[in-house]
């Protein structure tokens, strides 16, 4: 079962999360961030993980600190779920529309964290979000999961619909990335390894 599980504790936020990779959408999401608790749930369903998120921060300042550190921890259990890394595909893309708004993801499962955020968020806030935690959170999550994540916002009106696109084409892009394929023998380099 390629699955982890992982907490993180500091004195801004307390984090704890189970997920796995070869699931089937089931989510548990509780993180005093409501736009966040969407935006995760929305990744669990598209990428057909099974997922269980929760989160206390310090929310009365910002969602800043709890979202990064969610982040993290997400990262670092798809880093862990994946484990060696024999017989992936490595390589996922994914486009996906949202009423006005097109987004596009490519994931590269190669150990060199890299984020490359090509998006315009036409609006500082959606509800009481600060929407650009979206690359914070993109950022931390390429980081600790070890991942080349490219974010291309091709067009896009509604600022809702841009990051919901963008979720969801992340959550398609790593499913594809983290597949099993039988022809892959090993892990899919020429330099033998992928961690």
Same mark, same amino acid.
């Given at each position: 079962?390629?699955?982890?599980?992982?907490? @993180?504790?500091?004195?801004?936020?307390?984090?704890?999360?189970?997920?796995?990779? *070869?699931?089937?959408?089931?989510?548990?999401?509780?993180?005093?961030?409501?736009?966040? $608790?969407?935006?995760? *749930?929305?990744?669990?369903?598209?990428?057909?993980?099974?997922?269980?998120?929760?989160?206390?921060?310090?929310?009365?300042? $910002? *969602?800043?600190?709890?979202?990064? *550190?969610?982040?993290?921890?997400?990262?670092?259990?798809?880093?862990?779920?994946?484990?060696?890394?024999?017989?992936?595909?490595?390589?996922?893309?994914?486009?996906? =529309?949202?009423?006005?708004?097109?987004?596009?993801?490519?994931?590269? #499962?190669?150990?060199? =964290?890299?984020?490359?955020?090509? #998006?315009?968020?036409?609006?500082?806030?959606?509800?009481?979000? !600060?929407?650009?935690?979206?690359?914070?959170?993109?950022?931390?999550?390429?980081?600790?999961?070890?991942?080349?994540?490219?974010?291309?916002?091709?067009?896009?009106?509604?600022?809702?619909?841009?990051?919901?696109?963008?979720?969801?084409?992340?959550? @398609?892009?790593?499913?594809?990335?983290?597949?099993? !394929?039988? @022809?892959?023998?090993?892990? =899919?380099?020429?330099?033998?390894?992928?961690?």
């Amino acid at each position: 079962m390629r699955q982890a599980e992982i907490k @993180r504790n500091t004195n801004e936020t307390k984090v704890a999360i189970q997920f796995s990779l *070869d699931g089937e959408g089931k989510s548990v999401i509780d993180t005093g961030v409501p736009f966040m $608790d969407h935006m995760l *749930d929305l990744f669990i369903k598209h990428g057909l993980f099974d997922g269980d998120i929760q989160a206390n921060g310090d929310t009365h300042i $910002d *969602d800043h600190h709890t979202t990064e *550190d969610i982040g993290i921890v997400l990262g670092q259990a798809v880093k862990e779920a994946l484990g060696d890394k024999k017989g992936i595909r490595r390589y996922g893309n994914a486009f996906v =529309p949202m009423d006005d708004a097109l987004a596009q993801v490519v994931i590269d #499962c190669s150990n060199r =964290p890299h984020l490359e955020f090509q #998006c315009e968020l036409l609006n500082e806030k959606v509800g009481t979000f !600060d929407t650009e935690l979206v690359e914070e959170f993109l950022w931390k999550f390429a980081l600790e999961s070890r991942m080349n994540v490219h974010v291309i916002v091709h067009y896009g009106k509604n600022t809702h619909h841009i990051i919901e696109a963008i979720f969801k084409a992340l959550a @398609r892009a790593l499913d594809e990335a983290t597949m099993i !394929d039988p @022809r892959v023998k090993g892990v =899919p380099s020429t330099k033998g390894l992928l961690t």
